[in-house]
Structure formats: C-alpha cells, structure tokens
C-alpha cells in the first residue's frame, strides 16, 4: 500500500498561507496506469504555478516594501550631509509609513535649526559690525590735526560707548551661551528678595537718574531660596528695559507678593508699550521691535530672562498697550 502527499506552501500578500495538498493511496488500485503520469503532471504543474506566483509575489513585496526602505536610507545619506531639505513622498498607514513620516519630521526639525543658526550668525555678524565701524570711523577722524578739543572730545565719547555697548554684547553672548547649557540651577542661598531688587535699582541709577525718573515701590521683606546670581539677572534685565522705553519724568512701579506657591514680582512702566506685531516676538534672541533704541541694547535681555526662569522652573508673563506702558509678571515657585 502506498500513500503520497505533497504540500506546497505559499506566503500570500495578504500573509495567509495556502496549502496544496495532493494524496493518493493505494494509487496503483485506484487508477490505471495510463492515468497515473497524469496525476504526477498535475502536481508538477501544480508546483510550477506556485513557483511562478511566489516569484510574482517577492517582486511586489521588493517593489513595494525594498523600494522605499532604500529610498529612506538614501534620505538618512543626505541627512548627515547636511542637507536637511531632503524629504520622502512615501505615504502608508503600517509602520514603513510611520517611519517615513518620523523622518521627515526629522529633516524638517533640523532644517530650522540651520535656519536659526544661519540667522542668528548673521545676527551676530551685524551687531558687532555696526559698533567696530563706528569705532574704527570716528579713531580716523581723531587723527585729523584740524580737530578742535570739543570735536575731539566727543568723537572719543562716541568710541567708549561703542566699546561699552561691545562689551556689553560680548558678555550677553557668553552668558546666553552658558545658560543653553545649564538645565539646574547652580548654587542654592537663602537671601532677601526685597533687599536685592533695591540693590538692582542702586547699581541703575545712572539710568534713570538722567531722565528724572520715579518709582512706586512695594517690596516687603520676604526671603527666599535659589540662584542668587541668575535671580538678579532678572531684575536687571527687566528694571533696565522699563527705564529704556520710559519717558523722562515717568513713574515705574514695581510691586513684590508672597504666594502660596512662590513669589510674584511686577515691574510695569509709563512707556510707549508694543502692538502685536512686536509682542509675538519679545523673547527671540536679537530682536529689537523698536528701532530707535537699537543703539541703547542688543535684543538679548529678554531671551536671558526667558531661559533664566525656565532653569528656575519659573514663569514670566506680560500685558502691553502701545501709548500706555508695559507690565511683567514673574512667578518663581518655591524650592520642594
């Protein structure tokens, strides 16, 4: 008695799997041997057909599934080149399609970041020429012999500010540079936030001494926990923009809480406020919305402010009508 069977497996495109099975017994009984190499030439034929779909299949699964994972690879090339404009157009709902999109996403993420770095390069590039330009301008005309001494004295007040306002951005950069990296903040003290807010105003009085200016303080005494240096950076920042943007004679309040959670400072001032246009990008590093008063800084302080309370896990906030004056509001939580 003899029993033959043959299975021939094929993967489908749909992942189910097919099973051809053909069974004779007692073969010799059952046909006749003019039939049996008949049903040997099914099977055979049976065998080629499944031979040639799997053949077709693997084509569709290259065109399909090889095509774009090569495309994807060739995309990652380009990526690490630096050419982050590169994209792919491959679109599917499986996970080929998620990872299509990831790197994409990807390209585009790093696309902006050269974007920024370009603009903020060129930033940097325009804010230190204006400055040496003046300087080395008005050095060249010190050397004329026909000078007067009132000529040569403001030409040379002219180069110290220029120098000053060098320095100045020179140490905005590097305190901005080291603040991109510092994610904690550094050594924690107890001090009087009442008392370091007045000491803000001493060391600016220069500032507002000469345009005859007030304030409308309330600061109690309150004490509080954290990076001294980075907090007063704060006040720095914020108390000198009110008194940029300030007419003379005006009033700048500045008003100190106790929260259940932290402490709130307020420093509003009298001054020309911002439209929309200007308040939608305050916190971008160079920016100056207005221009006037490009000569008196360099678009850095509030983007030192901004990252100097995200270390602080803080929060800043303003209001602003142009005509009418501008308010901050900084929250610092307590330390947990």
């Not at 009298?270 to 221009?291: A, L």
Request: hydrophobic residues 45%.
């Amino acid at each position: 008695m003899t029993t033959i069977v043959v299975l021939i497996l094929l993967l489908s495109a749909g992942a189910s799997i097919w099973i051809v099975a053909v069974a004779a017994e007692q073969l010799p009984q059952l046909l006749p041997e003019s039939n049996q190499m008949r049903v040997f030439t099914l099977i055979l034929a049976t065998v080629g057909i499944c031979a040639i779909l799997d053949t077709i299949f693997m084509s569709f699964a290259s065109l399909f599934i090889t095509k774009p994972i090569k495309k994807m690879a060739e995309m990652a090339q380009d990526i690490a080149k630096g050419e982050f404009t590169s994209r792919t157009s491959y679109k599917s709902s499986d996970e080929i399609g998620s990872l299509a999109d990831s790197l994409n996403k990807m390209a585009q993420e790093l696309d902006n970041m050269a974007y920024m770095r370009k603009d903020f390069i060129s930033n940097v590039s325009h804010e230190f020429k204006t400055p040496i330009a003046s300087i080395q301008g008005f050095a060249e005309l010190m050397q004329e012999q026909s000078l007067s001494q009132e000529e040569r004295s403001e030409y040379l007040g002219i180069i110290i500010d220029e120098s000053k306002r060098l320095h100045s951005l020179s140490e905005n950069m590097l305190r901005l540079s080291r603040l991109d990296r510092q994610v904690l903040p550094d050594k924690q003290t107890t001090f009087r936030l009442d008392e370091q807010i007045r000491r803000v105003l001493m060391l600016l009085e220069d500032s507002w001494a000469k345009k005859d200016m007030a304030f409308d303080l309330d600061l109690p005494p309150i004490s509080y926990e954290g990076d001294e240096p980075l907090i007063q950076q704060i006040w720095m920042n914020l108390i000198a923009n009110a008194i940029k943007f300030s007419p003379d004679s005006s009033t700048i309040t500045i008003l100190l809480a106790s929260k259940a959670e932290g402490v709130e400072v307020v420093v509003a001032d009298e001054g020309i406020g911002m439209p929309t246009s200007i308040q939608q990008r305050i916190y971008e590093r160079f920016y100056q919305g207005e221009t006037s008063r490009m000569d008196q800084g360099n678009g850095l302080g509030l983007a030192i402010t901004k990252r100097i309370l995200t270390i602080l896990s803080g929060e800043i906030h303003f209001t602003s009508t142009v005509g009418k004056g501008t308010r901050f509001t900084v929250f610092l939580p307590y330390i947990k």
